[in-house]
Structures are given as structure tokens and as C-alpha cells.
């Protein structure tokens, strides 16, 4: 008999696993016939919010982004996604980066439609465009060789332009995949494990994890992962970048 007193999920001060057994549902409004998720936000320390919807059939996604912007990922399932004035159909690993400033509605989903949101307040920057409205795929093609690694490959969702100050990567590990080093740096990370098993070490501490894990990771919180088991461990994951980093 499973124990319900035991969970992987863990809450410190400078990282976080969330597994799915803790959830507990939100109600957000404009966000309708759907369970929400907030597994990272500002309660806990961060400067990004991460959160993850399951539509029922009568599902609905609306709203208007103010200070933040809002990237939406189809995880499971399929909708339609007005942005901007433009109606596409939205399927498994495809999205939609929605600026500030900007009306949007999923409806339409499939019964179990599940969408991942990263949100951070953007901050502009002087001599360069706000970004616009972004659509896109996850596609192995577009994701090159990361540290000269073949068993590592990244596929960045939006522009590498200093207009964004979000970046919203996928990571794949093949079989046996390790990141090159220890990671301690000042962008934070929010993510979501799309596939697989690995092992994570943040903040010298070591914990299993698998798809359907969310992490968060504050700034210096020291990172390292490889991938466990027969198949391709993958993430995708919300990073901050391209702003000074300091007001000293
Ligand atoms: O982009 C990154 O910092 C990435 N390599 N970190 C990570 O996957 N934990
Ligand atoms: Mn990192």
C-alpha cells in the first residue's frame, strides 16, 4: 500500500520539486472548466510564476496580459488559441508567447487538454522593440548539439534578441546525458520534466525525478543533472536574461 505521508515534492529556500501528488487546485479568474496549478510563484521566493491548466472539454483560457507577458506550452491534448487577433489550432508541443499588453483566449480543448504558462513582468529596454506575438514547435531539428555533447541538445522556443528578457528553452538528454558541469549562476529557472526519468542535484542535495516534475531553481542555487533509465530525459524550462544585472 502506497504511504499518502510520503512525497518527492520538496520547498526550500532556494529550490523546489513539485510532483503532481500535491496538488491542489486554484481557481483563477477568467480561467474557466479547468483545474489550475500554480507550482512556482512569488509566495515562495521566486520572480517568475509557473503554472499548469487541465481543460475540461468546456475549458476555457481567457484574459489580457498587463505587466507580464504569458508563454503557453501544450503539453497534452489540443485547443484553439486566439492571440493578437489571429485563431490558430494549438497541439501537443506547440505554443504561443503572448506579450504584455495583450488579449488572449484558449477554447475549444480536448477533454484532459493540459497547457504549461511561464509568466514573468517584463521589463523593457531602452533602443529596443517590446517583443510581438510568437508562435512555434517543439522540433528536435531546430534543437543543435549543446557544449559539443551529441547525448545533449537544446532547443531554444523564442527569439535570442535583447528585446526578450525570457528565454523558454527545451533540454534534451539522451540516454546516459549529463550536463557538463555544476551550474551556479544568477538567471533563475522554472521547469517541467515532458519525458523521462533523471536525477537532479540543486544545491548539493540529490533527488530523483521524472515526467511530470516541476522545478524551480532561484538564482545561485547550484545545478547538475543526468539522465536516468532507457529513455530520453527532457525538460523545458523558463530562464531570465538579457537585462542588467545589477542596480549597485
Ligand atoms: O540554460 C541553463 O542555464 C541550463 N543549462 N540549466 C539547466 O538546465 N539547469
Ligand atoms: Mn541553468
Redesign the pocket.
Known sequence: MEMSALTRSVVKRNHAIIAPDGYINSNVPGWTDCTVNVIINEQMGAHLCQTLITLTEAGNVKGQTEASQIFFYVVQGGCQATVGGETRPLKVGQYVYVPVSQAYEFSQPEAGTQLLTFHKVYEPLAGHATPGVCWGERDLSKAPVYMNDEALRIQELLPNVPGFDMAV?I?TYGTGGN?PMV?T?I?E?GLLYLEGQAIYMLDQCWYPVKKGDSIW?APYCQ?W?TAMGQEPSVYI?Y?NVNRFPTVI
Request: a neutral charge; aromatic letters at 16%.
Open positions: 528553452n533540454f550536463l551550474e549562476h538567471m529557472h531553481m545545478q543533472a524550462y530562464k
